[in-house]
């Protein structure tokens, strides 16, 4: 096993609705190491999406302790996530979050900038093998959702992230798509020594991680 770079130890997370208490994480304990890939599934609803946003610092925790590359973010104000988030986080959430005014490489370039970083021949590779070389210079609001999903997937792999989390990555995508990029996902994995928490609904996508985790009523099964 690799260096841990997540961590969480008993885990707790819920929320009121009314005069109900919903347990979304019950005790949750995980550990995700370098190059580590884990497909997440589970019923919607069951705390998939909570999960990682605790993870990338969007949704904060009371109960139990999360550990970044090994440092306990209890004390970690918006400065320390945001270090973290630019420099060795990669994200594809449901919502892409692109930046309409500008074009398809300026919106993959962007991770790049805010590490001051320069266009390399990774980022071609990138737009290349998710299909987007002949609109790089289109604005992404022109694009199809398909189109769009894959500028998100390329600007989150663009700095060699230590730790992606994807959220459905694949789910505007036909399957020839879908299977491509969970190829270049798990090639991106052996190259740059990245971890993958992915959630997924697909048994097909789930197969190209190593490690399958299932959230169920609160509990993580592993």
Avoid at 2 to 24: A, M, P, W, Y
Avoid at 73 to 80: C, E, G, L, R
Avoid at 141 to 167: C, F, K, N, W, Y
Wanted: charged share 20%; aromatic share 8%; net charge neutral.
């Amino acid at each position: 096993m690799g260096t841990e770079i997540v961590g969480l130890r008993c885990v707790s997370k819920g929320f009121n609705d009314g005069d109900k208490f919903h347990q979304v994480l019950d005790d949750i304990s995980l550990s995700l190491d370098t190059a580590d890939t884990v497909a997440l599934t589970g019923p919607s609803g069951s705390g998939k999406s909570t999960l990682l946003n605790v993870i990338g610092g969007f949704e904060f925790i009371k109960q139990g302790q999360l550990f970044i590359n090994s440092n306990d973010t209890a004390s970690w104000q918006d400065k320390q996530w945001s270090q973290f988030r630019r420099q060795h986080l990669g994200m594809v959430f449901q919502q892409f979050n692109l930046l309409t005014p500008l074009n398809v490489k300026d919106n993959i370039a962007f991770s790049l900038s805010l590490n001051q970083q320069k266009w390399s021949p990774w980022c071609d590779y990138l737009v290349e093998q998710l299909g987007l070389s002949e609109v790089k210079n289109r604005s992404v609001e022109t694009l199809s959702g398909g189109q769009q999903q894959r500028v998100a997937i390329a600007r989150a792999l663009a700095h060699r992230p230590r730790l992606l989390l994807a959220d459905e990555p694949t789910g505007n995508l036909d399957e020839k798509a879908g299977q491509q990029v969970m190829s270049l996902l798990s090639l991106l994995a052996k190259e740059s020594n990245t971890a993958i928490l992915m959630v997924t609904h697909s048994s097909d996508c789930a197969a190209f991680m190593a490690r399958r985790w299932h959230l169920e009523n609160g509990k993580l099964y592993e």
